[in-house]
Structures are given as structure tokens and as C-alpha cells.
């Protein structure tokens, strides 16, 4: 029973940027939101998280609107690498729950 | 510095068997997390443990499915008398606290009941 709501897939150009939204219209005060990713049939892989600000790593960047009632994941230069499976989820203390995440597909 | 580490990394099991699946967290990671991942579908949530106390158990099934990490050694996810619809990818995950890291997950132990 994920918290959030994703689209089913993406499609991005190499080299291009790719921004994956995600909806957490009933997110908590006090509940952060993860992003994962699961390459083929490889355990996930955590990327970034953040609760208010925008976050952004070596990885990644996260953007969380000022209402924190959505967010949207950043690659800012997408290989072939990045093709996978994006989760975003909110986490209260014990639930890390996957939903069924956006497939990525980066093209050439 | 190994990350999570799991074994076996494939596991075939005969119906009426017992699966055990072994999962050493990063060092000075305190929480562990198991998963299941059926084929073509998500990441299930099964249960969460500290050391030596199961903290949520509400994604385990009721019967067959106990899961253990003991002070010393390895989390151990147990499955008595497995099925055919047991055959999935088993993940582990862990973590050094609750709130500020993100989990990393082990590579998985993909069992197969024959």
C-alpha cells in the first residue's frame, strides 16, 4: 500500500537529463522521501533523500516542492547505465514500502 | 568494507524443504530489513530486526516464514516445508540507524522450489 504515485515508464535520450516525478499528496510532517533504483534483477540501490530541501549528491539531484506534496528525481546527464527502475518512497519510521516504481529507459 | 552480504546467491530447494537464507549486514549496521520480490512484480516488505528482536513482522505470511538475527552471526530468514510460490528473490537490507541513511540492500538470494 505505497504511499506514492509514479508513472509506469519513461523513455530519456543519453546524455539528456532525466526527471522522474513522483506524488506524495498525503506525506506527513515528519515523513522523508527516498528514491531507490533496481538495475535488472540486482538489489536496489539507494540514490538520495530528503524532507524539506532539495538534496543533491554525485548521483543525483531531489527537488521537493514547498508543499512537499511532490518531488522529482534529477539525473542531469542519463546513460545506458541508468536504465532501470526508480522507486520513490515516503518513510515514516518502519515503512519502507516499494510501489511499483517508473521503469527508465535511457536510449541512444 | 563489504556491503551486505548474502548467501546463497541461488538456492533450489525441493517442495516439503526447509530454505534458510543468510544475511550479514555492513559493519556497524544495528537494523536489518528482508524482502521478497516475486517475478515481474515489486519488492515486498517482510520484516524489520534489531539485534536479537524482531521489530515488524506484519509483511511475513503466517505460517512456514520465521525470521532471526541473533547477537552474534548472521540474520537468518527460514522457510519450512517450501512451495512453488515460494520461489522468488529474497532481499536483504540494512541500515545504521532509521532515519538518516537509506538502506543498502544485499544482492539478493534468488530461490527455487522444484
Redesign the interface.
Known amino acids: 500500500d505505497a504511499k506514492t504515485t509514479q508513472p509506469p515508464s519513461m523513455d530519456c535520450a543519453e546524455g539528456r537529463a532525466a526527471n522522474l516525478p513522483c506524488n506524495h499528496s498525503t506525506i506527513s510532517g515528519n515523513e522523508?522521501v527516498?528514491w531507490?533504483r533496481?538495475i535488472h534483477?540486482?538489489?536496489?540501490?539507494?540514490?538520495?533523500?530528503g524532507l524539506k530541501n532539495n538534496e543533491t549528491n554525485e548521483m543525483a539531484s531531489l527537488i521537493i516542492t514547498e508543499d512537499r506534496k511532490s518531488s522529482t528525481l534529477i539525473l542531469p546527464h542519463a546513460t545506458l547505465r541508468d536504465t532501470a527502475v526508480y522507486?520513490c518512497i515516503v518513510d515514516n519510521?518502519?515503512?519502507?514500502?516499494?510501489?511499483?516504481?517508473t521503469r527508465l529507459t535511457v536510449k541512444p | 568494507n563489504a556491503g551486505v552480504m548474502q548467501n546463497p546467491r541461488h538456492l533450489v530447494r525441493r517442495r516439503g524443504q526447509e530454505a534458510r537464507l543468510r544475511c550479514s549486514p555492513m559493519k556497524g549496521h544495528s537494523h536489518v530489513y528482508w524482502y521478497r520480490q516475486l517475478p515481474e512484480e515489486g519488492l515486498k516488505f517482510m520484516v524489520y530486526l534489531q539485534k536479537e528482536n524482531i521489530i515488524d513482522e506484519s509483511g511475513m505470511p503466517k505460517e512456514r516464514f520465521s525470521a532471526e538475527f541473533p547477537k552474534e552471526g548472521p540474520s537468518i530468514l527460514r522457510i519450512q516445508q517450501v512451495v512453488r510460490g515460494d520461489s522468488a528473490a529474497y532481499f536483504c537490507a540494512s541500515s545504521p540507524t532509521r532515519r538518516d541513511y537509506g538502506y543498502t540492500f544485499g544482492s539478493g538470494t534468488r530461490l527455487t522450489v522444484v
Do not use: C
Open positions: 522523508y527516498y531507490y533496481q534483477s540486482q538489489g536496489p540501490q539507494y540514490i538520495i533523500h522507486y519510521n518502519n515503512d519502507m514500502r516499494f510501489g511499483a516504481g
